[in-house]
Every structure is written in C-alpha cells, then in structure tokens.
C-alpha cells in the first residue's frame, strides 16, 4: 500500500519561498508519476505540477512556471516543491499525489486529479504579512 506524507507547510510572507516534502512509502522509484495540488478556501483542488520518477520529466501549470520547482531524491523516496516569489493567492492546503505508471488509451493528464491513484493528507500553506 502505498503511504504520501507531505510536510513543510507553514505561514510565508509574501514574496517569500518554503519547500514542500511528499515522503511515500510502499513506492518504487520509476514506477510513478508524483503531482502536486492545491486547495485554496472556497476552491476546488487544483493542479499545479507533476515528476514523472521515471524520466525526470516534469509539468508546471501557468500560475506556478517559473516560481516553483518540482524535483525527487530516489534515495530519500521524496518529492518536493521548491516555493518562491509566494503570493497570498497561493495559500492554501498542498496536496501529492501518485499515479503508476501502466499501459493506458489516452495521455496522461498531469493536472487532472482523478489520474491519481494515491493522495496524501495535506499541509496548509498560508502567505500573509
């Protein structure tokens, strides 16, 4: 069974950067695709960029390309997402996710929550001065 367990949340002024963690256990490096989402108040989750641990290729959606940076340690079994230039819009609650990799019809769509087949609980993220 897999586990995700994300950490690093925390309260960020604007403008400021904070590090996310996603911890997975029962999880083969390789063998999936990791997401990040996020859930502001009042929204629906939304996704904001994948690591395929296969090949390394990554996907940021508009609203995060160029501020945050996913990226995994195959040792540690972690993804993280690297924050920066944080605005009170991105405050929220950040979820990972794990799709595995298998023979489909159709491509994969990264930013689409029901691609994924194992979630985490969540760490709230909130920006304010």
């Known amino acids: 069974q897999v586990q995700l367990v994300e950490s690093g949340g925390g309260l960020v002024r604007p403008g400021g950067s904070l590090t996310l963690s996603c911890a997975a256990s029962?999880?083969?490096?390789?063998?999936?695709?990791v997401g990040w989402f996020r859930q502001a108040p009042g929204r629906e989750r939304e996704g904001l960029s994948c690591?395929?641990?296969?090949?390394?290729?990554?996907f940021y959606t508009d609203s995060v390309k160029g501020r945050f940076t996913i990226s995994g340690d195959n040792a540690k079994n972690t993804v993280y997402l690297q924050m920066s230039s944080l605005k009170p819009e991105d405050a929220g609650i950040y979820y990972c996710a794990a799709y595995r990799l298998r023979a489909r019809v159709g491509v994969f769509e990264p930013f689409s929550e029901s691609e994924y087949d194992y979630w985490g609980q969540g760490t709230q993220v909130a920006v304010s001065s």
């Open positions: 690591i395929s641990t296969n090949d390394g290729r990554t």
């Open positions: 029962g999880f083969t490096w390789g063998y999936w695709n």
